[in-house]
């Protein structure tokens, strides 16, 4: 079965400094893997995906992604926090033979001036 | 005007009511998905339809129904409301299922 594990609750970073938000996966085929970000009172927005190709993918403000196919992870990178990155971030996944997206639980992105 | 619109954004309403909910899209999207949103637990299918003669139930469709009146609206019933139904609900439609969602900004649920 899809799953989607997103370990931290919250992340906490300075202004300026390089930011992580962690995601693993499970799927039986090849996944396909999607970020979203979550503004208070608004829906999902997309950020990023990985289809395939490179590992390394490029989204939205600033935002990247790396897929590691050995450790079934799809963290979600920047290399300069803004105070306006915190929000609630989504990771999604869908295997090849499913219609249907898997969200994780999202993880809180706090970001202190 | 947003792509994906839902009404209403907010409702409070009382144990045992039925209830709907409305989700209207301008994109030409075929694919039209419900989703519910728990805190801490992310957010979790209700139905989906990728037209209008093609409904499906997600993870969780007990105690709700939907319906495809055209392409652009797709509408999700609680029959009869139970205080565990209290959630966010969102609307998303894509064109392609390796295609980003595109979603609504939600209808808050509560009900006493």
């Known amino acids: 079965a899809q799953s989607v594990a997103q370990p931290e609750d919250q992340v906490n970073v300075a202004e300026g400094n390089p930011l992580t938000v962690k995601c693993t996966y499970s799927?039986?085929?090849?996944?396909?893997l999607f970020w979203y970000v979550q503004y208070p009172n608004r829906g999902l927005q997309f950020l990023l995906k990985?289809?395939?190709?490179?590992?390394l993918v490029k989204g939205s403000y600033g935002f990247e992604a790396e897929f590691n196919k050995s450790q079934t992870s799809f963290h979600l990178k920047k290399p300069s926090a803004l105070v306006s990155d915190s929000a609630l971030y989504f990771c999604a996944v869908r295997d090849g033979s499913s219609y249907k997206l898997i969200f994780g639980s999202g993880t809180r992105l706090l970001v202190r001036p | 005007d947003a792509d994906v619109t839902q009404t209403p954004r907010n409702r409070i309403t009382k144990t045992g009511k039925r209830i709907m909910l409305e989700c209207s899209q301008t994109?030409?999207?075929?694919?039209m998905y419900w989703y519910r949103q728990d805190p801490g637990l992310g957010l979790q299918l209700i139905y989906y339809s990728f037209d209008v003669k093609d409904i499906n139930k997600g993870e969780i469709s007990d105690g709700y129904s939907v319906s495809r009146q055209a392409q652009a609206k797709f509408s999700l019933s609680l029959e009869s409301a139970i205080p565990n139904q209290t959630a966010l609900y969102f609307c998303?439609?894509?064109?392609?299922?390796?295609?980003?969602?595109?979603f609504g900004d939600g209808t808050r649920l509560s009900i006493l």
């Open positions: 994109k030409g999207h075929d694919r």
């Open positions: 799927v039986s085929g090849n996944p396909y």
């Open positions: 998303a439609t894509t064109d392609r299922v390796n295609q980003p969602q595109h």
């Open positions: 990985y289809i395939t190709g490179d590992n």
